[in-house]
């Protein structure tokens, strides 16, 4: 079972660049979340999607997009890098929403740093 | 603000001791999940607590609810080298959309000496 697979694993990125964070699920989970985690401060929520083609905003959404055209992927894109972004970055999913009491499945991380 | 505060923060204990890890909240939550991460890997789920007072065994670990559902416990008894890890503590709330979002808690960092 893949699961919620992200890549890459690790990446350096210059201030000002960008690029896109790859998520994707084998389950079929209606929701899916991205969140960032930071020495300190816990998971913090950036965005999240109920399904596809609908997505919303979380804690700290700033500096992210996200789109969901199919239920598998959610892809998170970091618009203009900035030193503020190094973090380690998890997608999660699940079947329904934590309303519902649904398990979170988690990826591995993306370790970015931005110089 | 913090909705969810975890103590303690850090914890270095000696194999075989027992500890309880905390998480308190001013708010009320539907349930609250504790997941355990080990570096480099991303949470993994340990138990989902859903009534007031509810208790729940998974082998040498207890969770606990608190009656009011504003706060809930883990206790773990002999602790294992295994036992080593981050723990989080999760409740479901609101930013907009009907399904919820998980907040987490800070965690607790235990590491279990041999």
């Known amino acids: 079972n893949a699961g919620v697979t992200q890549t890459p694993k690790f990446q350096v990125l210059k201030t000002g660049q960008s690029m896109t964070l790859q998520c994707a699920q084998d389950?079929?989970?209606?929701?899916m979340s991205w969140y960032r985690q930071d020495p300190g401060m816990g998971l913090r929520l950036i965005h999240y999607?109920?399904?596809?083609?609908?997505?919303d905003q979380g804690e700290v959404p700033n500096g992210y997009n996200v789109s969901r055209s199919t239920t598998e992927d959610f892809p998170l894109r970091l618009l203009s890098a900035a030193p503020s972004q190094t973090s380690v970055y998890f997608c999660?999913?699940?079947?329904?929403?934590?309303?519902?009491?649904?398990?979170?499945?988690f990826g591995d991380g993306t370790r970015l740093s931005i110089l | 603000t913090q909705l969810l505060e975890q103590s303690p923060q850090f914890l270095s204990i000696q194999e075989g001791e027992n500890l309880t890890v905390y998480c308190n909240s001013s708010?009320?939550?539907?349930?609250l999940q504790w997941y355990r991460q080990e570096p480099g890997e991303g949470p993994v789920l340990l138990v989902t607590?859903?009534?007031?007072?509810e208790v729940k065994k998974l082998k040498r670990l207890t969770f606990q609810f608190g009656d009011a559902r504003k706060d809930s416990s883990l206790h773990i008894t002999a602790a294992q080298p295994g036992d080593t890890g981050l723990y989080l503590c999760?409740?479901?709330?609101?930013?907009?959309?009907?399904?919820?979002?998980?907040?987490f808690g800070k965690g607790t960092k235990l590491s279990v000496k041999p």
């Open positions: 999660a999913s699940s079947q329904g929403g934590p309303r519902g009491n649904q398990p979170q499945h």
């Open positions: 389950m079929n989970h209606e929701y």
């Open positions: 999607s109920v399904g596809a083609g609908i997505t």
């Open positions: 708010s009320v939550f539907s349930s």
């Open positions: 607590v859903v009534t007031g007072g």
């Open positions: 999760a409740g479901a709330k609101n930013y907009g959309g009907s399904q919820g979002n998980l907040i």
